[in-house]
């Protein structure tokens, strides 16, 4: 397994939203309002409010902490989502290709490998 650095790219408009839509379906569904959950799941209601709206995303504690206070499961906040790297990763030492379709890495280089030896110019400089 090859080590990748962490992504710096925020969640989409679209992630947010979603995970908003869940989340208001599920605390309207456990009849509960969100000064309730935000007093259950130790969050102010305004950030409730805030995730409902699709203005926010929160970090993964933050999530398990609603879903245990809504007495659902994570994967009922984050269904219908789904993250798909678009982008090249290079690590120091190998490299990897990632599918823009979501398919399985492509090749990997091997970090002991000696780099390519660029062809000499006709003026005898590489």
């Not at 890495?105 to 062809?119: V, Y």
Request: hydrophobic share 35%; net charge negative.
């Amino acid at each position: 397994m090859s080590r990748r650095l962490p992504t710096t790219a925020p969640p989409t408009p679209e992630m947010k939203v979603r995970f908003g839509e869940n989340l208001a379906r599920c605390r309207e569904g456990a009849d509960v309002s969100q000064e309730e959950l935000g007093f259950r799941a130790s969050i102010h209601r305004t950030e409730v409010s805030l995730l409902e709206r699709g203005e926010r995303m929160p970090r993964v504690d933050t999530a398990m902490r609603i879903a245990g206070s809504l007495g659902i499961s994570l994967d009922d906040l984050v269904a219908g989502m789904e993250w798909r790297p678009g982008y090249e990763i290079v690590v120091p030492g190998s490299w990897e290709v990632v599918e823009r379709d979501g398919g399985a890495p492509r090749a990997e280089a091997d970090a002991s490998a000696d780099p390519p030896i660029p062809a000499e110019t006709p003026n005898g400089s590489r």
